[in-house]
């Protein structure tokens, strides 16, 4: 079964009949997708049950189908449940901004068991949003990490009770920095768990930090066996590998996510295509100094902005003049700087072929003439 499957078969037992599970995180890590905007403030001030928010949702007539994991479907089905009827939400907040290349939006729900998640929203449809998701493979912080570690903050002065902190994609991301770089005392003594739902990592310098250790013992990373966002950069949090229906990127959908009871049906390990993808991109990005990764991702989506689009819908629609100024704004990159974009594109095909060879050499290594004469 899956997510929606989970809501039904378990959806009767209330947080006191069967305690918070690493399912329960993913629901409220699509919740946190949810266009709020008129129906919960960015106050902490908790009144808006899910009922309720299903209810305006609905009667404003917001459309996310343009998300893949719409988070519509699982709030029309949640909002019957018994196990969530408690629920309240407050606390949203979303910010994009093309100029600061950042998308941030999240909320808390406070359990009625005394506990709160707070839920970080992955990249949506802005383009801010996807640029802001490959800065992270050059940048030590994004301005969406530091959001992340001050909405922390913000929350537990209004609020003394325990925090469990997670999000899906770049949500799962922001879960983990800005549980590690809150305030000490707001690190060490309110936040129980963290999940990071097939999030990507971070570079050498998060992962050697004092704070990315303290919050170690309390992550946990969920990713699907066919991963390829999750696999990006890298982590040392304990990561379990589950079992999707969807293949290669389509197993980033939550929805996809196989369930058994009150966890996630495990698998034995990543897939070949996902270990290949992961060594592959490793190697790339160890071939490439920060600021060519800064050149490269600027000239792409600087080009695609230059369209006017602001989100992927509108650069989607109007098909012929949105490619028609990327053409343009590609055609007056500095030569030194398309150089860099070709030299780029070489290295990743140079990874490839690399960790396939590597794969060959270790088959032809393990291979024993006298054993195979030997079986005929």
């Known amino acids: 079964m899956n997510i929606l499957d989970y809501l039904e078969m378990r959806g009767d037992l209330t947080f006191a009949e069967r305690p918070f599970n690493e399912v329960d995180n993913l629901v409220f890590s699509v919740l946190a997708y949810l266009d709020m905007h008129d129906i919960v403030t960015d106050e902490f001030v908790f009144d808006v049950s899910l009922k309720k928010l299903c209810k305006r949702y609905l009667e404003l007539g917001y459309d996310q189908s343009y998300i893949v994991n719409n988070p519509k479907i699982l709030l029309k089905k949640i909002v019957s449940c018994k196990r969530y009827e408690r629920v309240r939400v407050g606390g949203y907040c979303h910010?994009?901004?093309?100029?600061?290349?950042?998308?941030?939006?999240?909320?808390?729900?406070?359990?009625?068991?005394?506990?709160?998640?707070?839920?970080?929203?992955?990249?949506?449809?802005?383009?801010?949003?996807?640029r802001e998701d490959f800065n992270l493979t050059f940048m030590n912080v994004t301005p969406g990490q530091?959001?992340?570690?001050?909405?922390?903050?913000?929350?537990?002065?209004?609020?003394?009770?325990?925090?469990?902190?997670?999000?899906?994609?770049?949500?799962?991301?922001?879960?983990?920095?800005?549980?590690a770089f809150c305030d000490e005392k707001v690190r060490d003594?309110?936040?129980?768990?963290?999940?990071?739902?097939?999030?990507?990592?971070?570079?050498n310098t998060i992962l050697q930090s004092e704070q990315y250790a303290a919050i170690l013992d309390r992550t946990l990373k969920i990713i699907p066996e066919e991963?390829?966002?999750?696999?990006?950069?890298?982590?040392?949090?304990?990561?379990?590998?589950?079992?999707?229906?969807?293949?290669?990127?389509?197993?980033?959908?939550?929805?996809?996510?196989r369930v058994r009871r009150d966890c996630f049906e495990e698998a034995n390990r990543l897939s070949p295509v996902s270990a290949f993808m992961d060594e592959t991109i490793k190697r790339w990005m160890d071939s490439l100094e920060d600021e060519q990764k800064k050149s490269v991702i600027s000239a792409?989506?600087?080009?695609?902005?230059?369209?006017?689009?602001?989100?992927?819908?509108?650069?989607?629609?109007?098909?012929?003049?949105?490619?028609?100024?990327?053409?343009?704004?590609?055609?007056?990159?500095?030569?030194?700087?398309?150089?860099?974009?070709?030299?780029?594109?070489?290295k990743l095909a140079t990874a490839g072929k690399d960790v396939l060879w590597d794969e060959a050499k270790k088959s032809f290594d393990r291979f024993d003439p006298s054993k195979a004469l030997t079986d005929q």
């Not at 506990?115 to 949003?129: K, V």
């Not at 994609?169 to 879960?175: L, Q």
């Not at 109007?318 to 490619?323: F, L």
């Open 300 to 346: 792409v989506f600087d080009s695609l902005e230059a369209s006017g689009a602001t989100t992927l819908t509108e650069l989607n629609s109007n098909k012929w003049v949105s490619y028609n100024a990327i053409l343009k704004a590609v055609s007056k990159i500095d030569p030194d700087v398309q150089g860099e974009i070709f030299t780029s594109l070489k």
């Open 227 to 257: 991963s390829i966002v999750g696999i990006m950069l890298s982590g040392k949090v304990k990561t379990k590998v589950v079992r999707s229906t969807g293949k290669g990127i389509s197993q980033h959908g939550f929805y996809r996510w």
């Open 95 to 130: 910010y994009v901004s093309q100029d600061e290349q950042v998308q941030f939006s999240c909320a808390t729900f406070m359990l009625g068991d005394g506990t709160a998640y707070i839920g970080f929203s992955g990249t949506d449809d802005n383009i801010a949003g996807w």
């Open 189 to 203: 003594s309110r936040i129980i768990e963290i999940y990071s739902n097939d999030g990507p990592g971070f570079n």
């Open 146 to 179: 530091n959001e992340a570690a001050d909405y922390i903050n913000r929350l537990c002065g209004f609020t003394v009770c325990p925090l469990r902190i997670g999000g899906h994609s770049k949500g799962g991301n922001f879960a983990e920095y800005g549980a």
